[in-house]
């Protein structure tokens, strides 16, 4: 039987690769955007000219209401959902005395708070069944703390902690719950950095090289696969930290 998974920020980026590399393995893709339509619509039309068909559903999942809209369109559709993917996130690149209250609520509301939501509104669903997959896409920086980036390692440590707290809860249920905290990824939030920035990072990473979100959405379609592995942050990071 065909699995339907939601994917959260999956317009670009890791959630778009995500997206591509799961429909490509059967699996029926409900790929969530909020700001980045015009994103949404050419990755639907990608897969489109492979004979995939995926929906695209704006949302801001962040906000009860609309994560609740999300998911009851997405019951009311296929019956279940099997696998919930959270992976919409921002960063924030400030001085810590420099943060607002507003920089606290976007991000982490965002990055936190959002998949916090949305694993409440699929479990009923999963738990009835019996079964269902939830994979947290969180970050290295909420492993270790990254200078400058207080509120993004804040929510992505929360979301690693939320992660290991609801296997136990899930694991009766048959429902698995991990993290992927991804290293540095070529993505567009590292568009920043400068070529001889990145030069400095691959030199200082054992494997040598960026990792791509290829690399992730790989990690990704093994935890799916995958029947005993629960409650783990997993670190595709190339070696750059190992703890």
């Not at 609740?68 to 993917?85: C, G």
């Not at 990254?146 to 429902?175: F, Q, R």
Request: a neutral charge.
């Amino acid at each position: 039987m065909e699995k339907i998974a939601i994917i959260t920020g999956a317009s670009r980026g890791i959630g778009r690769e995500i997206a591509k590399q799961l429909a490509k393995n059967n699996i029926k893709i409900i790929a969530n955007y909020n700001q980045s339509e015009q994103e949404a619509i050419q990755l639907k039309q990608e897969l489109e000219k492979e004979n995939i068909i995926i929906d695209i559903i704006k949302a801001d999942v962040s906000k009860r209401e609309e994560a609740k809209k999300l998911v009851q369109f997405v019951l009311k559709k296929y019956k279940k959902v099997d696998i919930l993917i959270n992976n919409a996130g921002i960063s924030e690149y400030k001085m810590f005395l420099e943060e607002t209250d507003e920089d606290w609520k976007r991000v982490i509301h965002t990055n936190l708070y959002s998949a916090f939501i949305m694993s409440q509104e699929v479990l009923p669903n999963m738990i009835h069944l019996k079964d269902g997959c939830i994979i947290n896409i969180s970050s290295i920086w909420g492993m270790v703390g990254a200078s400058l980036e207080v509120l993004y390692s804040i929510s992505k440590a929360g979301l690693d902690g939320m992660t290991k707290a609801l296997a136990k809860e899930l694991g009766p249920s048959n429902i698995r719950v991990n993290s992927i905290a991804p290293g540095l990824i070529n993505t567009d939030m590292n568009a920043d950095l400068t070529k001889d920035e990145l030069e400095q990072l691959k030199k200082e990473t054992p494997l040598g090289k960026i990792g791509t979100p290829k690399d992730i959405a790989k990690c990704v379609e093994w935890l799916i696969s995958d029947t005993f592995t629960t409650g783990q942050v997993i670190s595709v990071n190339g070696g750059w930290v190992i703890t």
